[in-house]
Nanobody, 121 residues
Framework: VQLQAFGGGLVRPGGSLRLTCATSGVTPDHYATGWFRQAPGKEREGVSCISNDDGMIFYADSVKGRFTISRDNAKNTVYLQMNSLKPEDTAVYYC???????????????WGQGTLVTVSS
C-alpha cells in the first residue's frame, strides 16, 4: 500500500491550496482516508477524513467551513481543498488510509510522506 501526498506550498493568509493524495496497492473503495497535519513542536492531529463510500466525512473543529475533503475512487485519489488559510494552518500535511474512519492518527495503518504547507505573508 502506497500513498503520496502533494500540493503543498507557500500561500498568503486567506489564500487557498488543494492537496492531493494518490494511492496505489489498495482497493480505494475498501479504505477510509484521512488527512493529518503536524506543526513544529506539536503532535500530529487529524484534519479531516472520508469513508470509502463518501457516506461519512469528519472535520476537525479548527478547519470546519474552510476545508473540504473529497475522493475520486476511479482515480485512486483523495483531495483536501483548503480555503481561507491561516498562519496556524502551517504544518506538514499527511494522508493516511485505514479500514476504519476517524481522526486519530494512531489508528491508521498506512501513511504517505508529508507535504509542507506554509501560510505566511
Amino acid at each position: 500500500v502506497q500513498l503520496q501526498a502533494f500540493g503543498g506550498g507557500l500561500v498568503r493568509p486567506g489564500g487557498s491550496l488543494r492537496l492531493t493524495c494518490a494511492t496505489s496497492g489498495v482497493t480505494p473503495d475498501h479504505y477510509a482516508t484521512g488527512w493529518f497535519r503536524q506543526a513544529p513542536g506539536k503532535e500530529r492531529e487529524g484534519v479531516s477524513c472520508i469513508s470509502n463510500d463518501d457516506g461519512m466525512i469528519f472535520y476537525a473543529d479548527s478547519v470546519k467551513g474552510r476545508f473540504t475533503i473529497s475522493r475520486d475512487n476511479a482515480k485512486n485519489t483523495v483531495y483536501l481543498q483548503m480555503n481561507s488559510l491561516k498562519p496556524e494552518d502551517t504544518a506538514v500535511y499527511y494522508c493516511a488510509a485505514d479500514h476504519n474512519i476517524g481522526l486519530i492518527a494512531s489508528e491508521y495503518d498506512y501513511w504517505g510522506q508529508g507535504t509542507l504547507v506554509t501560510v505566511s505573508s
